[in-house]
């Protein structure tokens, strides 16, 4: 299911967080300051008040504006050295933080592989038993989605130094990395976790970072309407679904039609998903649901409640032709209200426009749940036969318009609730593990990795970004084939490669075919802690493994210069090479020092490596990193 998330708080109407005093709320009792820096400071208060800042003896002033709006800096300082008192007075309001240090933080962010607690990894209970460094500080903002910037964190969420107890639910990867960090950097190391398992890189984009790429401008605005009425913004959602319906499905959009002879259709109770259902099973995309219901006159007079139970993983439906709602959630119970003079006395026809875009699909939920609830309080059930019908695979229409409100598959929501709050607290860099949930889209992701890196460096000011390229995942299979998770690692590495200041750490050798969510997150913090020590810390250690560099023709080879040495590990040869002409295939290949010779590839236009799913590997480099995955055409 890779659109499966709930609405949340703003999501639902509800108010942010509001700031506890005049200092913003990313400032908490012992956090971690960005060393050799100015040290932004910033918060709200009365408007026009004087704002006086202190850190244990440097004071600088600053006035809020007419919106309570302050912000101040204060002169940069060294890593380490004794803890530190921050001190603000705004008129009558006072806020004291006290037992700060200054080193350098990370900001920590992704899906589910950089959400993974510390204490499901292999190594978790001794890590998590010998966790206790008040010198490791940690903030986890938890899981906020928002339609618009949000300025505060909830009071929950404070910086606290790392034991035993605050690891274990921790980002692995994250605190992983940050303890390498501790023992090369010497500094007190600070870690924000904001992740959220299942996200797409879509919404952690500011809408500013989106509306550049201006491709995102109809979601955008359907989230600008339901950040102001959510209502509206759910109207304009559904007319987007509508018309994707209509161009996608073309004459099979008619399931609707209360005229429609659907005698037939396949027939099932649709109260499980509808994997188990004839026709259905491994479906994703595109189906067309219905049933009928009898009434009396004096039920079809009356308006109702239409309870449908849980629909995987969206929903239109239709009453008599009309369409009474529209959502997007695998798991949430739909409610939809009919309007009096809906309904008629007899016959009346409920159709259920349902897509599901991977794992379980269709209605489900118990009989009971469901029906129609009227206004004099009776109720008629929806338990019975639905006659259900394939309108088109996703691999034929592709992904429709996610509602763009909905956390973790919209657009910009993320970085509101989890983000914005944060921005612009001093930062080091920051460490990325996502793609997941994009593996289908990597032309798209070409575009919007480069776009959130811009947008988190401008946000925060840090250059250093570290990304985890996809770990293997799915079944091995024989021959060569096409392969949508090779083609987002290829994207993950054009991306370090274009940008010195990128560094991306490969999990590929430390996946596995059968789980999404390897448990050995010892190697990716490792990984990162040796980009880190490069790019952000200058020093002089081999951080990645071997990637290509040229590709050029020799005679009736293809020769690969390597940026490293490489060495072959259980085998003569390298495996996993493939020359593409007409058809791509494998073929035999020599290697020598930072050079890949591949046999036989006279009519070559380009060669992959390791272009698989889970790809069998044994390339590396000299400290035992695995070469990238690649596919790159030949000169």
């Not at 987007?240 to 609707?256: C, S, T, V």
């Not at 959502?327 to 009919?338: A, C």
């Not at 006395?345 to 426009?353: D, E, I, K, S």
């Not at 921005?423 to 997941?436: C, D, M, N, S």
Request: aromatic letters at 8%; glycine letters at 10%; hydrophobic letters at 45%.
């Amino acid at each position: 299911m890779r659109l499966k998330a709930l609405v949340l708080a703003t999501a639902l109407g509800l108010s942010s967080p509001a700031l506890a005093g005049p200092l913003a709320s990313v400032f908490s009792d012992h956090a971690v300051l960005q060393r050799d820096q100015p040290i932004r400071v910033w918060g709200r208060a009365a408007p026009n008040a004087s704002v006086a800042v202190d850190l244990s003896g440097a004071s600088v002033s600053a006035t809020t504006g007419t919106d309570g709006r302050w912000s101040a800096e204060l002169p940069a300082r060294p890593g380490g050295g004794p803890a530190l008192t921050l001190t603000v007075q705004a008129e009558s309001e006072r806020q004291v933080v006290s037992d700060l240090v200054m080193g350098d933080v990370w900001l920590c962010s992704g899906q589910s592989n950089m959400e993974y607690p510390l204490r499901r990894t292999l190594a978790g209970d001794s890590e998590m038993a010998a966790a206790a460094d008040p010198n490791i500080r940690l903030l986890q903002t938890g899981k906020i989605s928002m339609p618009a910037p949000q300025e505060a964190l909830p009071a929950s969420v404070v910086w606290k130094a790392a034991t035993p107890t605050s690891v274990a639910e921790f980002s692995a990867a994250c605190f992983l990395m940050g303890k390498d960090l501790r023992k090369s950097a010497n500094v007190p190391i600070g870690l924000i976790d904001a992740t959220w398992g299942g996200s797409v890189i879509q919404d952690w984009i500011s809408r500013e970072g989106l509306s550049a790429l201006k491709t995102y401008d109809d979601g955008l605005s359907v989230l600008d309407d339901y950040a102001r009425d959510p209502a509206v913004g759910q109207a304009k959602w559904a007319a987007m679904l509508d018309r994707w319906a209509a161009a996608k499905l073309g004459a099979a959009n008619d399931g609707m039609k209360p005229d429609l002879d659907d005698r037939a259709w396949k027939t099932g109770p649709m109260e499980n998903f509808w994997e188990s259902y004839p026709g259905l099973e491994g479906f994703d995309g595109t189906v067309w649901l219905r049933t009928e219901i009898t009434l009396a006159k004096a039920q079809a007079a009356q308006g109702a409640i239409l309870a449908l139970g849980s629909v995987d993983d969206m929903d239109t439906t239709f009453v008599n032709g009309r369409e009474v709602g529209a959502t997007q959630s695998w798991n949430g119970s739909r409610n939809y209200r009919i309007a009096p003079g809906v309904l008629k006395a007899g016959r009346n026809v409920l159709a259920v426009r349902a897509i599901d875009t991977g794992g379980g699909g269709g209605t489900w939920g118990e009989a009971a749940e469901k029906g129609l609830r009227f206004d004099d309080g009776s109720v008629v059930p929806l338990s019975g036969t639905w006659r259900y019908k394939i309108a088109a695979p996703l691999s034929q229409t592709a992904v429709p318009p996610n509602a763009p409100w909905l956390g973790a598959s919209g657009l910009s929501t993320l970085r509101n609730g989890m983000i914005a709050p944060l921005v612009p607290y001093g930062l080091k860099g920051f460490a990325w593990y996502q793609g997941e949930a994009n593996v289908t889209e990597a032309a798209e992701y070409a575009r919007l990795m480069p776009a959130m890196i811009a947008d988190w460096r401008k946000a925060f000011g840090a250059q250093p970004f570290l990304l985890v390229q996809l770990a293997a995942f799915g079944a091995q299979k024989p021959g060569v084939a096409n392969s949508d998770w090779a083609a987002l690692r290829d994207v993950q590495r054009r991306v370090e490669a274009a940008d010195p200041q990128v560094g991306m750490a490969s999990a590929v050798d430390i996946g596995s075919p059968y789980d999404i969510h390897p448990a050995d997150k010892t190697r990716v913090g490792q990984r990162l802690a040796l980009l880190a020590r490069k790019i952000a810390y200058g020093e002089a250690v081999l951080a990645a493994g071997p990637a290509p560099v040229s590709v050029h023709r020799d005679g009736a080879d293809v020769v690969v210069t390597l940026d490293q040495p490489a060495v072959v590990y259980g085998a003569a040869r390298p495996i996993g090479f493939e020359v593409c002409e007409a058809a791509c295939r494998f073929v035999d290949a020599t290697v020598e020092g930072a050079t890949v010779r591949l046999f036989g590839a006279a009519n070559a236009t380009k060669i992959r490596y390791a272009w698989a799913d889970s790809p069998i590997i044994n390339l590396f480099g000299a400290t035992g990193l695995p070469a990238t995955p690649f596919e790159l055409p030949v000169q």
